[in-house]
């Protein structure tokens, strides 16, 4: 990136006209924290016992503090993060940072060849003699532990921020849409992450969102830490019993590496993103996949635009909704399936999931956040389960006067989360199987994005 250092009599100039800052306003700071997040050898990865780690896992994030409590973002290289798995997740770091739990986001990158969190589950299927299956509770609360204290350490070791850079490039075949429709507007074909058939590759790439849109703090011509937003599916290829981030994550891991500079990446709304139009799983695919993505966040580095950023720019608004349940989500079917001890461990595991978000959405008493942080003319909102790009897209139309980006794979307990739509085109995402949600949850995702995108 081409710097261009300040010149003494501008500094001057700007002091003669602004005045000094007054010593009582509070100044913007960030810290940065990151742990190690892989598992032990024979701790369930989500299909697969560990074996091994290929590439280490990490909990990474930023502590922003100057504008009210602090403000935590955390994205984590596992498949996901749901209800007390996220909870718990987030009471955490909000106590490390003396911040509230409602201005922590903890989102996963959805990697598959990495660990799943969700306490709620766990216990549930402990209480009926299945353990070691998709979840190690020890495990996960162990990395939380580490993730607190570095929390509480970045909070105490913060760096001033004078600019805000924001910047995206666009990312060459790596995303194409998995939904593939039929003339007669019905999914024809479901392409996965890795796809084989020609046919089914060579179809049109489909509605995607192709750029990755990154926020970067700076100290003077120094950056301090960089945020970038993606949406795909992550997947090259696994099951192989190896720990890795995959190719999202080599091509953070790559550019921190060049750059010198933290980078913490964010999943967006990929839940029917992935590369099978470019992917056919074979193994080199995994590096070509993760330079092509370097490339892109390369890009949004070199277009980025730096602006001056006090405290009184950031802000932080939460939207608590109810999501609805999927009608096919029937407690005493749930039950029996879980009490079945015939039925094999991932079977069980899948109908302990649907019964935990059956039973929290009939409570009505644990609502999902959504948050929204205001950076200067940045927008970023912090969405559950595995969203759609439609609402990633829809956000981005609603306000072009802003720079918006998004998160999603925060709270997963909710599953895939389809368009109003895709629930009448078939196909495995808004499948039973998948989703635990209603078609009607567009209206309220929508309606809280709306609102929080409104100021």
């Given at each position: 990136m081409k710097r261009i250092p300040s010149p003494a009599w501008l500094m001057l100039l700007s002091l003669f006209l602004c005045g000094p800052v007054s010593a009582d306003e509070p100044s913007l700071r960030v810290g940065r924290f990151s742990v190690d997040a892989s598992p032990p050898v024979g701790s369930p990865l989500a299909y697969d016992p560990t074996i091994g780690v290929q590439t280490p896992l990490s909990c990474s994030g930023i502590v922003l503090l100057g504008s009210g409590e602090p403000i935590v973002l955390c994205a984590i290289d596992w498949i996901g993060v749901g209800n007390d798995g996220n909870r718990e997740f987030r009471r955490a770091l909000a106590k490390a940072a003396g911040t509230t739990p409602n201005r922590v986001a903890v989102h996963s990158l959805h990697q598959h060849d990495a660990p799943a969190c969700d306490f709620t589950a766990a216990q549930l299927l402990a209480q009926h003699g299945v353990t070691k299956v998709r979840y190690d509770s020890h495990f996960a609360q162990q990395v939380i532990e580490r993730a607190a204290k570095a929390v509480a350490e970045a909070t105490a070791d913060t760096t001033p921020v004078t600019h805000l850079g924001v910047g995206e490039g666009e990312i060459e075949k790596v995303a194409s849409n998995r939904r593939v429709l039929g003339e007669d507007g019905k999914v024809k074909y479901v392409r996965y992450s890795a796809t084989r058939n020609p046919v089914i590759r060579d179809a049109p790439v489909g509605t995607?969102?192709?750029?990755?849109?990154?926020?970067?703090?700076?100290?003077?011509?120094?950056?301090?830490?960089?945020?970038?937003?993606?949406?795909?599916?992550?997947?090259?290829?696994y099951r192989t019993g190896l720990a890795n981030p995959d190719f999202p994550g080599m091509a953070r891991n790559a550019r921190q590496a060049e750059t010198g500079v933290p980078h913490i990446h964010f999943n967006g709304a990929g839940g029917n993103i992935g590369a099978g139009k470019w992917n056919d799983g074979s193994k080199e695919n995994r590096q070509v996949l993760a330079d092509r993505v370097a490339a892109g966040m390369k890009k949004a580095w070199e277009a980025t635009k730096r602006t001056p950023i006090a405290a009184a720019d950031i802000g932080w608004e939460t939207e608590s909704v109810q999501l609805p349940v999927g009608k096919h989500l029937q407690a005493e079917p749930l039950q029996k399936i879980l009490e079945d001890t015939t039925a094999a461990g991932p079977v069980r595991q899948a109908a302990a999931r649907n019964l935990v978000w059956l039973r929290r959405c009939e409570a009505g008493d644990w609502p999902i956040e959504i948050a929204c942080l205001r950076i200067g003319k940045a927008r970023v909102l912090h969405m559950p389960g595995e969203l759609f790009v439609e609402y990633q897209l829809a956000a981005q139309k609603q306000r072009p006067d802003l720079f918006v980006a998004m998160a999603a794979y925060g709270d997963y307990a909710p599953g895939y989360i389809g368009t109003e739509i895709a629930y009448g085109q078939g196909g495995y995402e808004t499948s039973e199987r998948a989703s635990r949600v209603a078609p009607q949850v567009e209206g309220v995702l929508t309606g809280a994005v709306n609102r929080l995108l409104a100021d």
């Open positions: 995607i969102d192709p750029m990755l849109k990154m926020i970067s703090f700076w100290n003077g011509e120094s950056a301090v830490a960089v945020l970038t937003y993606y949406a795909t599916h992550p997947q090259s290829y």
